[in-house]
Antibody, heavy 128, light 106 residues
Framework: EVQLVESGGGLVQPGGSLKLSCAAS????????MHWVRQASGKGLEWIGR??????????VYGVSVEGRFTISRDDSKNTVYLQINSLKTEDTAVYYC???????????????????WGQGTLVTVSS | DIQMTQSPSTLSASVGDRVTITCRAS??????LAWYQQKPGKVPKLLIY???NLESGVPSRFSGSGSGTEFTLTISSLQPDDFATYYC????????FGQGTKVEIK
């Protein structure tokens, strides 16, 4: 069974930093791209960014609205992907999800796919 | 970046109704479009991929169509379990979600 378990959320003051983790199991993590998506309370889904596998040079890409303050990394030895957020703003308050490609739906040499597995999310609250 | 616009934002319907949600892309995305269902307090669930392909285990009352810039999600006969928020997502150039359509009880 595939599991994605996020951790590291909490209450942070504006301007602070936070590093979220997502521990994966039940699939070959090292071969899989991983993504982060966030959702503010009562709002829609916002894609944050993606990190590819070692075979794809751990390539990262970020959404336009978050580029610069967010950094995705991974540790394949721990089956874990991370999201570092710096200079936190009140508008970063949201539930942060990690997600992975839907199995069997990957095309375009590995970079066209919908999301299949989701963690339950970790809440980040930015407030003074 | 590619923008995705869904309409309507909210839809009121009754059990048994045929429901259609539209999603428009700011530029052509071929058929690289997915639909998700999200219920309150739950994570999104993939319903449709590549515009018209039903994900395994998804009831056949759900269907998707379209290509290029205009897409639709249709629920042929709305069931009580279908009241939820639906999101489209393009994956032609990175990933972008629409703003969501809430299907509520009329």
């Amino acid at each position: 069974e595939v599991q994605l378990v996020e951790s590291g959320g909490g209450l942070v003051q504006p301007g602070g930093s936070l590093k979220l983790s997502c521990a994966a199991s039940g699939f070959t993590f090292s071969d899989s791209a991983m993504h982060w998506v966030r959702q503010a309370s009562g709002k829609g889904l916002e894609w944050i960014g993606r990190i590819r596998s070692k075979g794809n040079n751990y390539a990262t890409v970020y959404g336009v609205s978050v580029e610069g303050r967010f950094t995705i990394s991974r540790d394949d030895s721990k089956n874990t992907v991370y999201l570092q957020i710096n200079s936190l703003k009140t508008e970063d308050t949201a539930v942060y999800y990690c997600t992975s490609p839907a199995p069997g739906r990957v095309e375009c040499s590995g970079d066209c796919y919908p999301f299949g597995y989701w963690g339950q999310g970790t809440l980040v609250t930015v407030s003074s | 970046d590619i923008q995705m616009t869904q309409s309507p934002s909210t839809l009121s319907a009754s059990v048994g109704d045929r429901v259609t949600i539209t999603c428009r892309a700011s530029q052509s995305i071929s058929s690289w479009l997915a639909w998700y269902q999200q219920k309150p307090g739950k994570v999104p669930k993939l319903l449709i991929y590549k515009a018209s392909n039903l994900e395994s285990g998804v009831p056949s009352r759900f269907s998707g169509s379209g290509s290029g810039t205009e897409f639709t999600l249709t629920i042929s006969s709305l069931q009580p379990d279908d009241f939820a928020t639906y999101y489209c997502q393009q994956y032609n150039s990175y990933w972008t979600f629409g703003q969501g359509t809430k299907v509520e009880i009329k």
